[in-house]
């Protein structure tokens, strides 16, 4: 069989060995050395253009169905539960809790629970109702597991590397707010993150309410593909006498859309985190949907007010 292999940055050390496994078994096998952002963004055009049969995706759960042969490998990672230790006196005064991890580490939940159940905390795992499929699991754009607990807790705890994923629970959420990264070792609390989202949400929004022509960005990931919500917000831009586009890519370069000058402000349907971790790399607003509502809404109470 032709396969091709497709793992995130993290795993990429290891794709040679996994190719020599599968050619020992008779398959001829490649590797799609392209950046691999999630499951949102399956290496299908690659895989067609070479004629490969199957796709192994690894390092993340099934995302959405595709039309294609796809398999997942979660990549299981058993990460030192030492830290656990470290972020008892950091819950002090929190008597529920709800936990929260990513794909790697959900197989280890029970045990965490477990621990912070014999340190007097009630655990609640919350359940998905997004793109995640697992209790307990979160996505950099899907925090369902998060939210669907958020009222019935005191406080939230996600137990996982990085600030990705934490940090998008965290701005979806209304609870203090606990990461435990095991591979760091460092337990912190993330609600000031809140307030900073906020601010910056606030500057783009109103950096924006002078712009009259608006870039509106389509990726053409499988997962992050939304040209439906785009010609939505163009046609309600249009109908406000502004002006807007249709800006489509696979990969944003930045760069590359910096030089497109004409536009005053930028609003991404793709991936929900680039407006809020990649906006930094833009030289004009890069608004989200609902943030470019907003901005719409202001306009029009400007002119109600002039009148």
Do not use: W
Not at 151 to 180: I, M, N, R
Not at 281 to 294: D, Q, T, V
């Amino acid at each position: 069989m032709k396969i091709l292999l497709q793992f995130p940055e993290g795993l990429k050390q290891f794709a040679l060995q996994h190719a020599k496994k599968l050619e020992g078994e008779g398959n001829e096998v490649f590797i799609s050395s392209s950046p691999s952002f999630g499951a949102c963004d399956l290496a299908i055009d690659e895989a067609k253009a070479i004629g490969a049969e199957k796709l192994v995706h690894f390092g993340h759960a099934e995302f959405h169905h595709v039309d294609f042969n796809v398999e997942y490998v979660e990549y299981r990672i058993d990460a030192p539960l030492g830290i656990l230790e470290s972020s008892i006196a950091e819950l002090d005064g929190f008597k529920r809790i709800g936990l929260v991890t990513t794909i790697q580490h959900v197989h280890q939940l029970d045990e965490i629970k477990r621990f912070y159940e014999a340190h007097g905390k009630s655990v609640v795992i919350g359940r998905p109702y997004g793109f995640a499929k697992k209790p307990g699991q979160i996505l950099g754009c899907d925090i369902g597991s998060a939210a669907s607990v958020d009222k019935e807790v005191d406080a939230l705890v996600y137990f996982g590397g990085g600030l990705f994923h934490p940090v998008g629970a965290l701005l979806q959420t209304t609870k203090p707010f606990l990461s435990v990264d095991p591979f760091a070792g460092a337990v912190k609390r993330l609600d000031e993150y809140r307030e900073t989202y906020k601010k910056k949400s606030r500057g783009r929004i109103l950096a924006s309410l002078n712009a009259e022509n608006f870039g509106i960005l389509v990726s053409t990931k499988n997962g992050q593909y939304n040209m439906n919500l785009a010609r939505i917000l163009r046609d309600k831009i249009e109908r406000q006498g502004l002006r807007a586009a249709v800006l489509v890519s696979n990969t944003f370069n930045f760069e590359s859309i910096n030089n497109m000058l004409e536009f005053d402000a930028f609003v991404n349907t793709a991936c929900p985190r680039i407006a809020t971790e990649d906006g930094g790399n833009m030289r004009k607003p890069l608004l989200s949907p609902n943030e470019a509502m907003e901005v719409l809404e202001m306009k029009r109470e400007g002119e109600r007010i002039k009148i």
